[in-house]
T-cell receptor
């Protein structure tokens, strides 16, 4: 089974520029997560989707971050404009069905560097 | 205050040593996860458990619900076990620990 696919793997941009990350979850996985991970820290949830509905976006900085999951499959996470403090690894994960008892499968992440 | 605390933060071991990583949590949970993250970012789910003990190869995970504590053991450690091990719990939401960075020296 193919895993969670994220792209790009790395992204370097100047501050104030926009950036977008893409995630393709495991086929059949209804739940999709976007996490931010700073160096030396655990992942922090940004947004969780159940199919195409964002059911938890309380930690998403909505002034500059946006996400969408059209058709309940692939998802994109966008930052506009990017700030220096946004440098981090952005992880996407998916799980089968609802509920927190399902194991999450993680992508390799997108490492974002802001110059 | 962190809902999930791991110890130690960093651990260096000689190849072949028995390793224990601890995780304590303060929230009600329905499951606890142990994750492995190699340099470069990829995270792999090792275990999901809600009671007792699970074993997979050289890895053993235990959980004590009453004490809100879990341990991850690695027997006969090997340099390829070098990674960050993250404990996460699921209750109303996911809570992640900050990870334990393990280095196994040949």
């Amino acid at each position: 089974e193919a895993g969670v696919v994220q792209s790009p793997r790395y992204k370097i941009i100047e501050k104030k520029q926009p950036v977008a990350f893409w995630c393709n979850p495991i086929s059949g996985h209804n739940t999709l997560y976007w996490y931010l991970q700073n160096l030396g820290q655990g992942p922090e949830l940004l947004i969780r989707y159940e199919n195409e509905e964002a059911v938890d976006d309380s930690q998403l900085p909505k002034d500059r971050f946006s996400a969408e999951r059209l058709k309940g499959v692939d998802s994109t996470l966008k930052i506009q404009p990017a700030e220096l403090g946004d440098s981090a690894v952005y992880l996407c994960a998916s799980s089968l069905g609802q509920g927190s008892n399902q194991p999450q499968h993680f992508g390799d992440g997108t490492r974002l560097s802001i110059l | 205050k962190n809902e999930v605390e791991q110890s130690p933060q960093n651990l260096t071991a000689q190849e072949g040593e028995f390793i224990t990583i601890n995780c304590s949590y303060s929230v009600g949970i329905s499951a606890l996860h142990w994750l492995q993250q190699h340099p470069g970012g990829g995270i792999v789910s090792l275990f999901m458990l809600s009671s007792g003990k699970k074993k997979h190869g050289r890895l053993i995970a235990t959980i004590n619900i009453q004490e809100k504590h879990s341990s991850l053991h690695i027997t006969a450690s090997h340099p390829r076990d070098s990674a960050v091990y993250i404990c996460a719990v699921t209750g109303n939401q996911f809570y992640f620990g900050t990870g334990t960075s393990l280095t196994v020296i040949p």
